[in-house]
Every structure is written in C-alpha cells, then in structure tokens.
C-alpha cells in the first residue's frame, strides 16, 4: 500500500565514501538476524515442510507416513471438488476484486477533499473493516438467511423466500457481495493517499484547458494513480485467493459445497478427511497460484504505466 | 447527486449495524416477527451473552489485547532494525534479503497454519501463548521491512553520518537518530498489524485449540455462535459485545487510524 | 516516541534469539495446554465432547460433577470443539500433539483406532450397548451409554387427521401418496434442510428398506463389490420427484438444522425424519398439536417394520497417548456404567437403553416400543466398527445430496458419491 509513487528505490547508497568499520558488519548482523532467524524458522521451513508433506500420504497423526512421490498432485488433477473451489475462488477474487477497486476509486473520488461531512463518509465506508470476517459473515447470514431479516419481512409481505444462501448462484454473488461491503473502506482509502499525490497543478492546467471532470480524470488523474492501482489491484486478489473466514460463517461451503473455497477445502481435507498429504499439495498449488497472478499483475501493469508514460 | 448518492450507500453501509444493535436487544418471536424495528425491548439476551460459560467476553478482548500488543512490539523490535541495514547497506547480499522477505508477502498465512504446527509442536510452542505470537509476528514481517525499509530510504543518511562521525555504532544510530523519525510508518503498521492479529481465526483456532483455554474474541465468537446460529437471542448479543468495543475506539481514533494508513502510503 | 532504552532492545532480541528461553519474560505461560499433570496429587482429564443444543457446556458440567466429588483427586476438564465439531478438532488436536484425554461422540475406525486404549480387557466394557458391534477386529475401543434409534419419521398427528391419512404409511408408496394428501390439505409434508441435515435425513429414512435389500451394505461397498452411490439410486430418483412435486420445500438448503426443527415443532411442516434425540426437543416445546412417530417406511413387499438404524448413543474412546490413564477409565467406566449417570445422559439426548427405567414422555415411549419390536439393528450413516466407511463418508454424501436440490440429477449425484469413495480406497 505504499507503492504511491514508482518503487521506492529500496537501497540508496549513502553520498560519499562511509568510514567503514569493522564494528559495522557485526552490527549489520546483529539487526538483520533475529528477523531473518525467525522467518526463516515460521515461514520458509513451513513452506519446505509443506513441500514435502504433499508428497505423502500422511493422515497428520500416525507414525509413519508413506512417501508416495507426485500421486497427490496427480490426485489434484482430476479432484471434482478442487476443480469447483478453484473455479469459485477465481470467480471471487477476480470478481472481488474489480468490485474493490472500481467502488475504492470511485468512492474515493467522490470523497476526497477536506470537510467535516468527507471525513464522516469515509468513516462509514471503511468501519466494516474493523470487524473481523467472521463477525461480518455471521451478520449477514442472520440477514440474508432462509430465516433472517428480510426473508421474514418479505415472506410477511406474501412474497417467496429470497435465496440468498441457499441456491449456488445466489449464494456466490452473496458472498462476493458481502466481501466487497466489507473491503471497499480500505480501498477507499488507499485510492485517496493516491489521490493526494496526484499534482494539482496538472488538474488546474487541464481545467483551465477547458477539460470536463471526466476528462480531467481519464486524462489526468489516473495515470497518475498507476502505481496505485497495481497496488490495489495486487492486494485484492492476494487477500481473496485466501478467502476462508467469511465461508465458514456466512455459507459454511453450502449450499451443495458450491461456495467452498480452495482455502475452505484445504483446511477440510487436512483435519475433517484426516488427509493432510492432499491438503498440503492444495496448500503448495494455492501458494503458487497466488505469487504468479500477483506476479503476473504487478508486470502486466507496470508495463501499462510505460506505456501511459510515453 | 453526489451527495444523495453518498447519504444512500451510508445508509446502505450502516443497515447491518443497526440490525445487529436493536436486535440485541430483543426476544427470539420480536427478531423474527419484527427485525428491523423496535418492540419489546429487553436487557436479558444481553446478560445471557455475557454470563456465557462458553465464551467470556471480558477475557476475550483481555487475551487478544496481549496478542495485539506483544505482537506489535516484537514486530517493530525485529523489523525495524532488519529493515534499516537494508535500506543503508550498499551490499548486493542484503537486497537479496528484501527480496526473500519480500516474497514472504506472497503466502497465504492460512495454508502456512498446517505445517506451522508441526514447527511450533517440535519447538514445545503449540498450543502456548509465545508459540502463537512468535508466528503471527513473523506473518508481520514481510509487509512491515518492506515499508520500513522504503520509509528509511527516504531519511537523508548525512543524518546517520554526523551520528556516526561523533562516535555512535550502528546500533545506537539506529535507534537515537532514526527509529523516531520512522514514526508514521511505524503507526501504520501498528494499526495494519492490530487489525490482522484482531481479526484473525484461522491461526488462534488451531495454533490455540481447546486445550489451552485459550481463545480471542474472534475465536470465542465462534465458539459461541455458530453451534447457535438460528438462537438469534444468542448470535446478535455476542456480536454486539465483541464488535462494541472496537467500533468505539475506532470512531474516536478513526482520525489517527486513517491518516495513519494514508501517511504510511503517502510516505512510502 | 523518543529513543527506545536501548538496553531494553538487545535484552528482547537476545531474548527471542532463545525463543523458547524467556517464558517469564513478557508472558506468563502458566496455563498452556499441556495439562494433566498433577498439581499437588490432582490429576485433570480432559475430555472433548459434542456441543448440541440439547448437551450444552454446562450440561456437561454439571454431568460430571458428581464424579469428580466422589473422586476427590481428578479433576474433569470438559472441552468444547474450537473447529467445526469435534470431527474436526480431534484431528487437529492429535496434529498439534495436545490432544485431549477421553474424546466423546466419535467412534473408532482404522485411523483413530491406532490412537485409542483398548478397552477389550475391561470388564464392564463388553456389556455396554452396541461395544461389541462396534469392535474393530475383536478389540473394543469404543463405549456409549445407550442407543439411538436413526430411522423414525415423527409426525404431526392433528395434520394427518385433516389431510384425512387415518393410519402411518408403511411403505414408500403410501408414504408418497401420505404427502400428496398433506400438500393438499396445505402443509408441507415433510420437513428437510440444510447443514448436515440432507444426508443425515435420507440415510435414516432409507435404512430398513436398504438393510433388507442389502444386509451387509457398509461391508460390501468396503471390499468393493458394492457401489455407494448406485445402489442408493432409486432412493434417489424418489427423492428428486418429492423435490419436483413440492413434497420438500425447495429452500430447504438455507435452512440450519435448528431452523428445520423449529419449523416442524411449529407446526409449519407435516412429517419430519429424524434420530431419536428428537424426543427431548420435543419435551421441551410448547406446541398445540401432538406429535406421533412411526418406523421408516420400507419399499413394497419387504418386511415392516425394517431394520432400525442403531447408533451408540454418547460414544466415548480413551486416547492412548493419556498420561492420566487410570483416571480416565475410571471416568469413562463411570459415564458409561452408573446408574444416575447413564440416565441423565439418555434422558437429556433423548436415548435409550435396555433395562434402564427411567421417566418416559409419551412420544419416547413410542420409540421405546419401536426399538422393541424392530428385527434388528443397523448401522448408520458412515456405519461402525469394521464396516466403518472411509473417513468423511458422512459428510461428502451430504454435499453430494444437497446437489439434488441445486440442480444436480440423481445420477450424477450418484456418480459423486462413487467417485468419492473410488478416491478414498
């Protein structure tokens, strides 16, 4: 969220030739391992472990787990129930995320400035990020549910029940929803930071040009909310592809498992199925999935910004 | 048009809330004959949830108040540092560091929770509260030396050069001169960092589990609800109580945690 | 926020360079999961146990009081699931190495089975209900307290005086021909749902029916010579006609398993299929109707009453990793055996037990006397003992038959079923 301009030049080299010291480099060491200790102890031997689990067909408990070489993976394949949480995991991400970021930037537009009444909006479109997903989603399924709030007033006023959880297709779009009711507050905010960066002068510039608001934004304002936007769009998708919480509490998977996420269904295999092996090789191919989309996005928009810039 | 626009998506925004607020105070028959009006308001649902063997509220928000703080302390102890040698040192191995950290960004912290228990098993930290801080720092890590380090870039070195030039080693550098000119990408992360440990279920759920007696006011809330999601006298009182709090310090500090957020990306 | 006392700095990161060095550091860790070791004599079991509307925490409590008065010396620690249930947080619990002492509501199949105490040299294990056909190759591991009858169909008595339906149906036919009178006279003839709901349901209803056509189904799908899905087909097919016909409320998928009994119990639904831990939700209910109960109807030509689906009611296992073994035993022997204990547990789950008098309301009567003149007893859903189904049979039939309601045709949710369990064996 910080990426407002180009990538911060990460390492500058301090001006002028630095007395070196041969202090300097224990002291160097000092302040880089405990972090480099301790992530490489919490994160990457996980990721190693994890690596080597898919490649067993351990319960999580027993012994001695087999070795059984890629057979998880070729399991994966043909897997129908990972086939259906890939496909709605994709759905929601992508979905989710162009929700996130055309309301973040829209709202952000329409809340920018400074008065006393901008300041309220922004408070209510970012409050729901305060609450955790699993609030947020048991919230709403006592609102959207077969027995909720607006199904009793709507069936008290004659009309059918409103399958908002209980048909698949209802029930996706619910939870794409919910999400981005949930999430938009934050891109809100970050698209204003953007905002603020953008040069007055320019805007003033095109105005005096004779330029209208919508061509002052197409032209002006969004090109140089770039970097921006890669960074929204970047920090949507890595946050959806790991959509789990809100599944649990607004759908619990159903109706027919047709909402389970790739995340939902890595947690089931490893603890409900007691098949930890397959639930790690889903783990690695998520992990994946998910650097190479970012990746992906983060070149495919840096290569858009070239090309605005010329 | 902007700003009816604006008062209808508030409206829209606020809904669920006040839902939750009138219902929590209502019996089962008037939540489901009358849900979103007021009737036979009562105290009682309210006092059940908090009497609630199940689920203290009180000890929740004490528990997950200790994780937001030690997490945030060791977060800042070990980043911060890290991220300055990165920043200021010319050498090609300490920018491969930020790339390595920097990768770490990119993993999915609830496919990690599996293995990380075997890592915290053999280490005799699971089911602890230092096994469960230790992890979710490190999910920290990442995000915060990539903002620190950029935030550094951004403070002239002549200042750490006059530091070290009166004598001062590195460390103290670092920390005198600095570390209190980091001070609003250090709130933005603070505020980043007290928002996931909060919210976060997966890892407390499982890094946690029933045998430590231990859980957070997302876990708790969990464990309170969702065997009762239909007893609407239990869900909205629980929710009330474990969102009140929050949403209070939030309003009051909403000016420091926004600008906070738009500082660290302004700055960056 | 000036300079931070540096000498706090090296201390803290000294510290964490240790990792495990510094409890006494920042925080205490006094009340990690570790427990069950004795604290000046006092030796704690832990106990994880399912959390249902009718067994609540302090239910649990409270059940176990009286033990841990007679028995000055252990401490009995009732833990609630944090996952889903307790299908869930076992595994997890035995993956973290801090898995509880006595675990109820499982059963023992060929994975747990290696992790629990074998109970076969108890005396007093083998007389407890069902222990020995759910011994797994001769050892028992698991004890219960009572049985549940699965395969009953309550209903709603002052709707089928209306709808004109003057005796219980007996045969699927007559069961159909039951609903279309209910949906005429304006009900909803029978009671579905979501959750684990829809799986559950069908397998109870179809159990003495199935058990007829093949008595050794659990066994034969195991060894492969029977396929899960196909065999179950025409169950199916018939499902999918009530569903088109309005015979199920088409919804019934938003519906929590709380909401479907609250709406029979209302009086909202004519007929609704369900264990006999029923009857307890039924005693607590104000209502102005009575409710009547009848065997699971079976298919034309075949025996009826059918075999009735049996389950152990209030299973418990002993995990063997229990450092506090004798307490244990002790516990589990006392839940399973004394006389107060077992009652409170039957009467509070609404199961039952041969040779235990207890108070009955006049619907557990009933069952009482279905139980009594049922042929036999079979298992249900992912069965028991060695005609135990892989593991997750239960849920992932479930998912596959709510398919049903979405769209899915009875063959293709066949095909799922099959090809779930081809995957697991």
Same mark, same amino acid.
């Given at each position: 969220m910080t990426l407002t301009r180009e990538a911060p030049p990460v390492v500058t080299k301090p001006p002028g030739p630095p007395k070196r010291r041969p202090r300097d480099g224990w002291a160097n060491a000092i302040m880089v391992a405990p972090a480099t200790v301790l992530y490489v102890v919490m994160l990457i031997v996980p990721v190693a472990l994890a690596l080597y689990l898919s490649l067993t067909d351990w319960?999580?408990?027993? =012994?001695n787990p087999a070795f059984v070489g890629a057979a998880n993976y070729v399991d994966l394949l043909d897997d129908p129930e990972l086939r259906r949480a890939a496909l709605v995991t994709l759905l929601v991400a992508v979905a989710g995320t162009a929700g996130l970021n055309l309301l973040g930037l829209g709202f952000a537009v329409l809340v920018n400035g400074a008065s006393r009444a901008n300041t309220f909006f922004r408070i209510v479109l970012f409050y &729901?990020?305060?609450?955790?997903a699993l609030v947020v989603g048991f919230l709403w399924s006592a609102i959207l $549910?077969?027995?909720g709030a607006v199904n009793n007033l709507v069936t008290r006023w004659g009309g059918e029940v409103l399958p908002f959880l209980s048909d698949p297709t209802w029930a996706t779009i619910t939870m794409i929803a919910v999400l981005v009711w949930a999430g938009f507050g934050v891109n809100v905010v970050l698209y204003l930071a953007g905002l603020q960066a953008v040069p007055h002068s320019l805007v003033e510039a095109a105005r005096i040009d004779g330029a209208t608001r919508w061509q002052v934004f197409r032209n002006v304002t969004l090109p140089a909310l770039g970097p921006s936007v890669t960074v929204n769009i970047v920090l949507s998708l890595v946050t959806l592809l790991k959509t789990y919480d809100l599944v649990v509490s607004l759908? =619990? $998977? $159903? &109706? =027919? $498992?047709?909402?389970?996420t790739v995340a939902y269904l890595i947690l089931w295999n490893s603890f409900h199925d007691a098949r930890l092996g397959f639930g790690s090789a889903q783990s690695v191919l998520l992990m994946l999935v998910t650097g190479a989309l970012a990746f992906v996005v983060t070149k495919l928009r840096r290569r858009g910004e070239l090309a605005v810039h010329q | 048009m902007r700003k009816p626009f604006l008062w209808a998506t508030v409206a829209f925004m606020l809904i669920p809330l006040y839902v939750l607020t009138v219902n929590a105070f209502k019996g089962q028959q008037d939540i489901l004959e009358n849900p979103f009006g007021f009737g036979g308001l009562t105290l009682e649902p309210l006092g059940t949830a908090l009497t609630n063997p199940q689920f203290n509220v009180f000890k929740g928000y004490a528990i997950t108040l200790l994780f937001v703080v030690a997490v945030n302390v060791l977060s800042v102890l070990l980043a911060a540092p890290a991220a300055y040698v990165i920043a200021r040192s010319p050498k090609r191995r300490f920018r491969v560091l930020m790339l390595f950290f920097l990768?770490?960004?990119? +993993?999915p912290g609830q496919v990690l929770v599996i293995p990380v228990v075997y890592v915290l098993k053999t280490l005799g930290l699971m089911g602890t509260i230092r096994g469960f801080v230790l992890f979710e720092t490190v999910l920290t890590l990442p995000f915060s030396i990539f903002l620190y380090a950029g935030y550094i870039a951004? +403070?002239?070195?002549v200042l750490d050069q006059a530091a070290a030039v009166d004598g001062a080693g590195r460390l103290r550098t670092f920390w005198r001169i600095v570390f209190p000119l980091m001070k609003p990408a250090v709130a933005t992360m603070v505020i980043l960092n007290t928002f996931s440990v909060w919210n976060d279920f997966v890892n407390p759920q499982i890094i946690l589990g029933?045998?430590?007696?231990l859980y957070t006011v997302t876990t708790g809330v969990y464990a309170a609800v969702s065997q009762y999601s239909t007893d609407y006298t239990v869900v909205f009182p629980t929710l009330l109580l474990a969102i009140a709090p929050l949403l209070v310090f939030f309003v009051f500090m909403q000016r420091h945690i926004i600008s906070g957020l738009t500082a660290g990306a302004t700055k960056g | 926020m000036r300079s931070p006392r540096p000498s706090l700095v090296p201390a803290a990161l000294g510290c964490l360079l240790l990792l495990? #060095?510094? #409890?006494?550091?920042?925080?205490?860790? *006094?009340?990690? *999961?570790?427990?069950?070791?004795?604290?000046?004599?006092q030796v704690t079991v832990r106990m994880l146990v399912n959390i249902t509307p009718n067994l609540t925490q302090a239910y649990w409590d409270g059940l176990v009081k009286p033990f841990e008065q007679a028995n000055p010396g252990i401490d009995v620690k009732v833990e609630a699931p944090t996952g889903k249930g307790v299908a869930d947080t076992l595994p997890q619990q035995l993956a973290a190495g801090n898995a509880p002492d006595v675990v109820e509501t499982l059963m023992a199949d060929e994975t747990l089975a290696k992790q629990?105490? /074998?109970? *076969?040299?108890?005396?007093?294990? %083998? /007389?407890? !209900?069902?222990a020995q056909e759910a011994a797994l190759g001769g050892r028992i591991y698991t004890v219960g307290v009572g049985v549940q009858a699965q395969s009953l169909v309550f209903y709603n008595k002052s709707a089928f005086d209306k709808a004109g339906i003057d005796k219980p149906p007996a045969t699927f036919e007559e069961l159909e021909a039951a609903m279309g009178k209910l949906k005429a006279a304006g009900w909803l003839p029978l009671q579905t749902g979501g959750d684990f709901l829809t799986g559950l349901q069908l397998l109870q209803l179809t159990n003495p029916s199935r058990a007829q056509q093949y008595p050794t189904w659990h066994q034969d799908i195991k060894a492969g010579k029977l396929k899960a899905g196909e065999s179950m087909l025409p169950y199916l097919e018939r499902y999918q006609t009530w569903i088109d016909k309005g015979y199920? /409320? %088409?919804?019934?998928? @938003?519906?929590k398993y709380a909401d479907a009994e609250t709406a029979f119990l209302s009086g909202k639904s004519a007929m609704y299929v369900m264990g006999s831990w029923f009857t307890a939700a039924e005693s607590k209910a104000e209502k102005d109707f009575e409710i009547g109960v009848f065997p699971a109807p079976v298919a %034309? @030509?075949?025996?009826? !009453? #059918? !075999?009735q689906g049996a389950t152990m009611a209030a299973p418990y296992m002993i995990l063997k *990793?229990? !450092?506090?073994k004798d307490a244990a035993v002790k516990l589990v022997q006392w839940l399973v055996t004394d006389p107060e204990a077992v009652k409170s547990q039957l009467k509070q789950d609404g199961n039952f037990r041969t040779g235990v008098e207890r108070e009955f309301t006049p619907l557990e009567r009933q069952v009482q006397e279905i139980l009594d003149a049922a042929p036999s007893g079979v298992p249900q859903?992912?069965?028991?003992?060695?005609?135990t189904l892989p593991k997750g049979f239960g849920a992932a039939w479930n998912t596959e038959i709510q398919g049903l309601y979405v769209g899915k045709s009875p063959k293709e949710v066949a095909e799922g079923v099959d090809r779930w369990v081809d995957g697991r064996s």
């Open positions: 319960d999580g408990f027993s =012994a &729901p990020h305060v609450l955790s $549910g077969t027995n759908t =619990a $998977g $159903g &109706p =027919a $498992g047709q909402t389970q | 990768a770490g960004t990119f +993993i951004t +403070i002239p070195a029933p045998g430590s007696g | 495990t #060095g510094c #409890g006494g550091g920042g925080f205490s860790d *006094s009340e990690g *999961s570790q427990a069950g070791q004795s604290e000046g004599g629990m105490l /074998d109970l *076969s040299d108890q005396p007093w294990a %083998k /007389d407890t !209900p069902l199920v /409320d %088409k919804n019934a998928l @938003g519906l %034309k @030509g075949q025996q009826y !009453p #059918g !075999p *990793s229990t !450092p506090n859903g992912e069965g028991y003992g060695d005609a």
